[in-house]
């Protein structure tokens, strides 16, 4: 009876851990490089520097804000819903965790090579100030 019972308990605990563990870090220019790689495969997390940050409200009232995130040879685009951490700041260095997209279709525009770090299931917004700008 006791094996049957560790067993189930073993896998349970085993996925529970895969869905705790961090994705790698890459850089912009990794993603870059090899976009078809990383298109809507899960969980990214890219390091980078913030340029042209802005916090937002759109019509119906939901915050939001976007940046993008520069490497060495170029840069990728960053959308968050909710409010931005306090710190994230134009040429802060900071880790964006999220689903990566080569194209994303709006109703009215396109974006390409976006980031989304919104949250999920209650956890907080996926980026992460490294180095607050100095």
């Known amino acids: 009876m006791r094996r049957i019972l560790v067993f189930p308990l073993m896998i349970l605990m085993a996925i529970a851990m895969a869905q705790t563990v961090a994705p790698p870090t890459v850089t912009v220019d990794d993603v870059l490089g090899d976009v078809e790689r990383f298109d809507k495969q899960g969980l990214i997390a890219v390091k980078g520097v913030v340029s042209e940050f802005v916090q937002k409200t759109s019509a119906r009232g939901n915050k939001y804000f976007t940046f993008k995130l520069k490497g060495g040879k170029g840069e990728l ?39 989304d770090a919104s949250p999920v299931k209650g956890k907080p917004n996926g980026v992460k100030v490294a180095t607050p700008a100095g």
């Open 77 to 115: 685009n960053v959308f968050s819903s909710g409010e931005a951490p306090t710190e994230l700041k134009n040429k802060a260095e900071v880790v964006a965790t999220g689903i990566f997209r080569k194209t994303k279709k709006l109703a009215e525009f396109e974006v390409k090579n976006e980031i």
